[in-house]
Every structure is written in C-alpha cells, then in structure tokens.
C-alpha cells in the first residue's frame, strides 16, 4: 500500500456518537468503513458465517425473515464470555476480510484517507490494521444518558452495558486523538475542525 494512504481507526463506547463524528469526515470526502457493517454483510441469509453461528446458538436467533436477530443474540452472549469468544472467531476474521476489501477499493480511487470505524477496535486486537488510533468520549453521566434515551432502557440496565465494556477511560489512552463528544453539537463542531485541520494541514482534502 502506498505510504501516502492513511487508515484512520475511529473507536469509542456505545453511546458516544461515533457515527456523527464519522458523518463529519464523510461528508469532507473521506469513505468511512463502518465495522458494524461489515458485521452485518458478513451474515446475510444462507451465508456460511450465519449458518455457523445457527448451529452454535440455534434457530431462536434467527428471525422470520431468515435474517439474524442481532438483539437476541446480544442478550445470550452478554453474561456468556466463552460463547461470545465463539462468535468473535466466526465474525472477526470476516471483518478483517471484508475491511480489506473496502479499503482496497477506497485506494483504488484514489483516497489518501479512510476511516475504519469499530467499536471493538481495541478490543479485538486490531489497532494493527490502522495507522492511527482515534477514541470518541463522553463523560459517564452523558454516555448513561443517550444510551437510556436512544433505546428506551432503565439507569440499571444502561449502566451494566456500560460495566460490560472497556472504560472509557481505559479506551482513551489508546487514542493518539481523543474527540470529546460530550458537548453541545457546536462545540463538537469546532473540536472536530480542529482536528481535521490538523489532520490536513489546512482543512481541506
């Protein structure tokens, strides 16, 4: 790959606004892969990746239309680490597959940046495959807050999802850029131009 192209590996808990921050790099020309995704592709109806995990979760995961119940499954692998290790196995290699691809095609036009976009970058082992590593944050009460409210759950349950994944402030250290998304969206606004002008060395692609 030319030492030109950038692989930006944009991460960060749930909740956090990743995805608005990736709109932000999108919408300056920069093809953003996103892993979930990836994810998504890799277990399309009848695929192979899909049929594995039938037969090591069941039929019960699987909704009427023959497309993986995403929620279902979530729920069984969330007090089950041994077979959520087993489902990582199945997907993980996929991903890495198919980011490949995309990010191939993203060079092949030209790109001299992308931004690779997993929640579970770091936890996955895979901040090799980037060049940097950039964490979007927010402070625990906010993170609570738009997690309740984005899917109607109770401060308890918020709060053991939050428990069950790495601490923000743990995932911080990683980022040789950490994006604080706990403002208002004018304040985001104006840290993400920073860094894109930073990024850029003068704002523009």
């Given at each position: 790959m030319p030492a030109k192209i950038r692989i930006i590996g944009l991460t960060g808990g749930i909740a956090t606004g990743k995805s608005s921050i990736a709109l932000f790099f999108a919408e300056r020309g920069v093809p953003v892969i996103d892993a979930d995704q990836l994810a998504r592709d890799a277990v399309l109806p009848e695929s192979p990746a899909l049929e594995k995990i039938i037969s090591l979760f069941g039929r019960d995961v699987i909704t009427h239309y023959g497309e993986l119940d995403r929620k279902r499954l979530g729920t069984l692998i969330f007090s089950d680490p041994e077979k959520r290790r087993q489902l990582e196995?199945?997907?993980?290699?996929?991903?890495?597959?198919?980011?490949?691809?995309?990010?191939?095609?993203?060079?092949?036009?030209?790109?001299?940046?992308?931004?690779?976009?997993?929640p579970l970058l770091i936890e996955a082992g895979a901040?090799?495959?980037?060049?940097?590593?950039?964490?979007?944050?927010?402070?625990?009460?906010?993170?609570?807050?738009?997690?309740?409210?984005?899917?109607?759950?109770s401060p308890e349950q918020a709060q053991l999802i939050v428990d069950s994944?790495?601490?923000?402030?743990?995932?911080?250290?990683?980022?040789?850029?950490?994006?604080?998304?706990?403002?208002?969206?004018?304040?985001?606004?104006?840290?993400?131009?920073?860094?894109?002008?930073?990024e850029t060395g003068s704002g523009n692609e």
């Open positions: 196995d199945i997907l993980h290699p996929l991903i890495r597959k198919l980011a490949k691809e995309r990010i191939d095609l993203a060079v092949a036009a030209g790109h001299q940046r992308i931004i690779y976009m997993a901040t090799d495959r980037v060049d940097t590593v950039w964490v979007v944050t927010v402070r625990p009460e906010i993170q609570l807050e738009r997690l309740m409210r984005r899917d109607g759950i994944q790495m601490p923000l402030s743990e995932k911080e250290h990683y980022g040789s850029v950490v994006i604080d998304n706990s403002g208002t969206e004018a304040e985001t606004l104006m840290i993400l131009e920073t860094v894109w002008a930073k």
